[in-house]
């Protein structure tokens, strides 16, 4: 990723203000070099910014870069008890090291990774073929949604007659599209597009510009939501959402940008274990007071 990364111009420009283990260190930065090479070609996946070298440092390997030479090893193993001075990682560990390795010592027990997906409403044209669109289609099917509504209702407002004929006769066929259909032509993967056309797309992405609901389903902001062990499962979490995490169920009221991070999610104990029915006996001042878990009390992370 880093090699492949070297000739885009927006990484050049973070490197000049930013060496290159600090950008790994910092979730931010790595986050965005990351993205940069998918904004740009619209990939399927991304492989998250590092260096192979990143884990030698909380094992207590310090090491660093030298301009024109590469990566110098402060402490190079060399022998047995270089081995056996190696640390182990505990909670001790500087935050950005343990953090950055693993929120557990084992996957054993891990419960569950939360992981943010923004908004996105570029939606891409990629793996269509352009060459047989019109030329007002070729410039309609690459823009992302509100510029694709501004650039519609200026053709219909104020294009001539046969652009305004274009735009109504457009977003006619593409509301009177079903609804699978629209979410198999946005979502499907570059390969499987082949079997489209690239004005299906673009009525796709035009139809979604009058169906809200289903506009918030396939770019509005949502959690993945991956949970491990016996019940392991992957799911998307939206306001309304239910989650099975060990003994308790959650609900998802809501999914907001701000708070102590860059999205507040908003959780509420859908269901709680009560052994013997005390829950519906203790009064809930008592509860409170014990600071036991209760039913649709609110949890924001």
Same mark, same amino acid.
């Given at each position: 990723m880093r090699q492949a990364g070297r000739y885009l111009a927006e990484y050049r420009e973070i490197r000049k203000s930013h060496g290159l283990l600090e950008i790994c260190r910092t979730p931010e930065l790595a986050v965005e070099v990351t993205l940069q090479p998918v904004r740009k070609f619209g990939f399927d996946a991304a492989i998250l910014f590092s260096d192979l070298l990143v884990p030698l440092e909380p094992l207590g390997i310090p090491f660093s870069f030298a301009q024109g030479e590469g990566p110098r090893i402060e402490n190079p193993i060399r022998s047995r008890n270089d081995v056996d001075r190696l640390r182990r990682l505990s909670s001790d560990v500087p935050a950005w090291s343990w953090k950055g390795l693993s929120l557990v010592e084992s996957s054993k027990s891990a419960v569950v990774m939360l992981t943010v997906?923004?908004?996105s409403v570029a939606l891409p044209p990629t793996g269509f073929t352009l060459e047989g669109l019109d030329r007002t289609s070729s410039a309609l099917i690459v823009l992302p949604l509100p510029a694709l509504r501004k650039k519609l209702e200026a053709l219909a407002r104020e294009g001539n007659k046969d652009e305004q004929i274009y735009a109504l006769n457009l977003e006619y066929v593409s509301k009177d599209m079903e609804e699978p259909r629209v979410e198999r032509l946005l979502t499907c993967s570059p390969a499987e597009r082949k079997k /489209?056309?690239? @004005?299906?797309? +673009? #009525?796709? $992405? !035009?139809? &979604?510009?009058? @169906?809200? $609901?289903?506009s918030r389903k396939l770019t509005g902001a949502c959690v993945m939501c991956k949970v491990y062990g016996r019940s392991a499962q992957e799911q998307e979490l939206r306001p %309304?959402?239910?989650?099975? +995490? =060990? #003994?308790?169920? /959650?609900? !998802?009221?809501? +999914?907001? $940008? =701000? %708070? #102590? $991070?860059? /999205? #507040? &999610?908003g959780l509420s104990y859908e269901r709680v274990p009560s052994p013997l029915f005390l829950k519906r006996i203790v009064p809930g001042a008592v509860q409170r007071a014990l600071r036991l878990r209760r039913r649709h009390e609110r949890v924001v992370r």
């Open positions: 997906q923004e908004d /489209f056309s690239a @004005n299906d797309f +673009l #009525r796709a $992405k !035009v139809h &979604l510009l009058h @169906n809200e $609901k289903l %309304g959402s239910k989650i099975q +995490l =060990g #003994r308790y169920e /959650f609900r !998802v009221d809501e +999914l907001t $940008k =701000g %708070g #102590r $991070k860059d /999205f #507040r &999610l």
